[in-house]
């Protein structure tokens, strides 16, 4: 990837989902752990309710961004190879989308209709 | 422009060499943040499988959380809740460190320590209650 010029927008950025995690993923982590075994009908109720689907989304823009940016600083750091970063960059930026936008639909689905 | 060019192509040196220097406490730690950065990002399709199961109907949520009943499978539940937690705290270490604080090498260390301590705590907490 290589981010000659990008370190404080990174810096800011990182800090600022950090924020956003620790509040939301202290939410959907509790809401997982605690819901392993219950019932589905059970699990559907909690994510439709109280806008914990809407959570679940903010937290995960957040959490995707926020690993983007860390992954690539990781592949910035350890990979020497210009293109081997460039390809790994890249896979970085499809499977965060992925996760992004899959868990986003999956929820808006779960939530509203 | 020629410039530019010059730097896309520019093999970057290496991160520090491991090899030369003596493992502490801290420095386990810190490379720990990074380690818990990258379980999470794997983590994170866990998570997906997890929404996707939901998704598909109770079906694929039974056959999801029949593999979760296993004692395995909840330990790995339970570190990989503990790295998280991990990652979570080292990050709040990042944030006293960015106002200039805690620097010296007492605090440094005590901080290092709060954040293992801390981190198993909260863990342990999210799954006991």
Known sequence: MHHPKEGTKHFKQQRLTAVVNIVL????????????????????????????WLIVIIFTLSM???????????????????????????????????????????MVNIGLL | MANKNKIDTIERPMSPH???????F???MSMMHRVSGFILYLGSFLFLAWYLSIFFGQE???FVNQLFSFSV???????FTWVFFHH??????????????????????????????????????????
């Open chain 2, 60 to 62: 694929s949520y039974n």
């Open chain 2, 18 to 24: 491991l090899q030369v220097y003596k493992i502490s």
């Open chain 2, 73 to 79: 499978i909840k330990f790995a539940l339970f570190l």
């Open chain 2, 88 to 129: 979570l705290f080292g990050g709040i270490r990042h944030f006293i460190w960015d106002f200039g604080l805690g620097f010296d090498l007492n605090s440094i260390e005590w901080l290092a320590r709060l954040t293992a301590l801390f981190s198993f705590l909260s863990a342990s907490l999210v799954w006991i209650l």
């Open chain 1, 25 to 52: 993923g202290v939410i959907v982590f509790n809401f997982f752990i605690n819901n392993i075994n219950k019932s589905y009908s059970f699990v559907l109720d909690g994510l439709s309710n109280n806008l914990m």
């Open chain 1, 64 to 106: 995707s961004f926020h690993m983007w940016i860390g992954l690539n600083h990781i592949l910035d750091d350890y990979v020497d190879g210009v293109k081997t970063r460039s390809i790994l960059g890249r896979l970085n930026s499809i499977m965060v989308t992925i996760v992004a936008l899959a868990t986003s639909l999956l």
């Open chain 2, 26 to 28: 801290t420095m386990i």
